[in-house]
């Protein structure tokens, strides 16, 4: 039930194109929902983050859709640029402790020139 | 002036040796943390400690243990290293619960 199921595994996009990366969870004490990047040899850096009481948060290219009744969250980079190639994990906080951050397994984001 | 900072970046060392790994943070956050990554890049997390208490202990082995000499750091030692230990090592911090993490840039554990 703390799981977080994330997908694709890998994506490959061409330049200028919209990667979109999903993740699911299961359990609804799950009350924060972060998505990070991860370049090789760096540690993971906050990219964007939702709360459950919202459906859709944007940040310039970047954008969480969320859907509270399935459970679902997804990434969507617009007009994606080979800069964005990179490891993105999406994460959901447990509630009930503090800070625990249950992580997808990852998608690895290929944007070709 | 990196935020969250990790010594060392590199440690290659043998099965059954003692190590050690620092962190420290020069954000003001009251919450700091420990994960690993695996060779599949799993991030998992370890431990975390607010205000000297630790609050949260996933099922790790016992051979380690972290320590806070003070709100700013959060080192972890780890006894009779073993393969299985081999791993990228992730510091990170946080003002609070549900805020955002920031990460260091990792310690790379290499077991011979």
């Known amino acids: 039930q703390q799981q977080v199921k994330q997908s694709p595994q890998s994506l490959i996009v061409q330049k200028g194109g919209i990667s979109i990366i999903n993740c699911a969870y299961e359990?609804?004490?799950?009350?924060?929902f972060p998505w990070y990047q991860q370049f090789p040899g760096k540690g993971p850096a906050l990219l964007i983050a939702?709360?459950?009481?919202?459906s859709e948060k944007k940040e310039g290219r970047f954008t969480i859709s969320f859907n509270k009744s399935a459970k679902q969250f997804s990434l969507h980079i617009m007009d994606s640029q080979p800069g964005d190639s990179a490891t993105y994990f999406c994460a959901a906080n447990y509630g009930g402790s503090q800070g625990n951050l249950i992580f997808g397994k990852g998608t690895k984001l290929s944007v070709k020139p | 002036d990196t935020a969250v900072s990790q010594t060392p970046k590199y440690l290659v060392t043998q099965m059954g040796n003692d190590k050690s790994i620092k962190c420290e943070q020069n954000l003001g956050h009251d919450t700091m943390y420990w994960y690993k990554q695996d060779s599949k890049k799993f991030l998992k997390i370890m431990f975390s400690y607010n205000n000297k208490e630790l609050i949260i202990n996933e099922t790790v082995p016992n051979r380690f243990s972290p320590k806070s000499p003070d709100k700013a750091h959060l080192n972890l030692h780890i006894n009779s290293l073993e393969l299985g230990d081999s791993a990228v090592y992730f510091c990170?911090?946080?003002?609070?619960?549900?805020?955002?993490?920031?990460f260091g840039d990792g310690t790379r554990l290499s077991i011979l």
């Open positions: 990170a911090s946080s003002q609070s619960r549900n805020q955002p993490q920031h």
């Open positions: 939702i709360r459950p009481d919202v």
């Open positions: 359990n609804t004490a799950f009350d924060y």
